[in-house]
T-cell receptor
Framework: GAGVSQSPSNKVTEKGKDVELRCDPI?????LYWYRQSLGQGLEFLIY????????KSGLPSDRFSAERTGGSVSTLTIQRTQQEDSAVYLC?????????????FGPGTRLLVL | GQQLNQSPQSMFIQEGEDVSMNCTSS?????WLWYKQDPGEGPVLLIA?????ELTSNGRLTAQFGITRKDSFLNISASIPSDVGIYFC???????????FGQGTRLTINP
């Protein structure tokens, strides 16, 4: 596709279950980002991948959160033992290159609800 | 950490009016960005600013990168119904890759 795609678009899960969220970046984009958006709030940085470099995990809120990017393309964000406070929209973005001129293009997000 | 203070939080205007919103911070940034987010969608980039003092227009939108590098504003002229949505400022820290976002300005237009 032409843009960043994410799946699923919506996810309802029970507290304590694990969830996996997927992001397909724009073809050829080397940088990939995950953000979290709580209701009525701005976006909060979670993790950043650039090529084969070690990811910047500085925004992950706890060790229940992890992400990987296989083959420099698709990325999966995993939340283990979900808690109700994990409910949010999880947004993925990609850019052609990193840094100040690397415009980030966002996907539509995955809306996660933890009951 | 770095924070962006965006105001106003919400605006209720009549169609055809001009709109102004801004973001301020105590930190210095090298890039300021303005995004618009429609319900159920991800943010879409409107304007990017890369130099202090830069004034950039995109149709009816105009944005400026403050001289102090600690603030930016976005103006929308002659608002139309499709301008409804949430507008976010974002900034990039020098040498860093992650964006810091403001809390958003929700724009509502009364017909």
């Amino acid at each position: 596709g032409a843009g960043v795609s994410q799946s699923p678009s919506n996810k309802v899960t029970e507290k304590g279950k694990d969830v996996e969220l997927r992001c397909d970046p724009i073809s050829g984009h080397t940088a990939l980002y995950w953000y979290r958006q709580s209701l009525g709030q701005g976006l909060e940085f979670l993790i950043y991948f650039q090529g084969n470099s070690a990811p910047d995990k500085s925004g992950l809120p706890s060790d229940r959160f992890s992400a990987e990017r296989t083959g420099g393309s698709v990325s999966t964000l995993t939340i283990q033992r979900t808690q109700q406070e994990d409910s949010a929209v999880y947004l993925c973005a990609s850019s052609l290159r990193s840094g100040e001129r690397g415009t980030q293009y966002f996907g539509p997000g995955t809306r996660l609800l933890v009951l | 950490g770095q924070q962006l203070n965006q105001s106003p939080q919400s605006m209720f205007i009549q169609e055809g009016e001009d709109v102004s919103m801004n973001c301020t911070s105590s930190s210095i940034f090298n890039t300021w960005l303005w995004y618009k987010q429609d319900p159920g969608e991800g943010p879409v980039l409107l304007i990017a600013l890369y130099k202090a003092g830069e004034l950039t227009s995109n149709g009816r939108l105009t944005a400026q990168f403050g001289i102090t590098r600690k603030d930016s504003f976005l103006n929308i002229s002659a608002s139309i119904p499709s301008d409804v949505g949430i507008y976010f400022c974002a900034a990039l820290i020098q040498g860093a890759q992650k964006l810091v976002f403001g809390q958003g300005t929700r724009l509502t237009i009364n017909p």
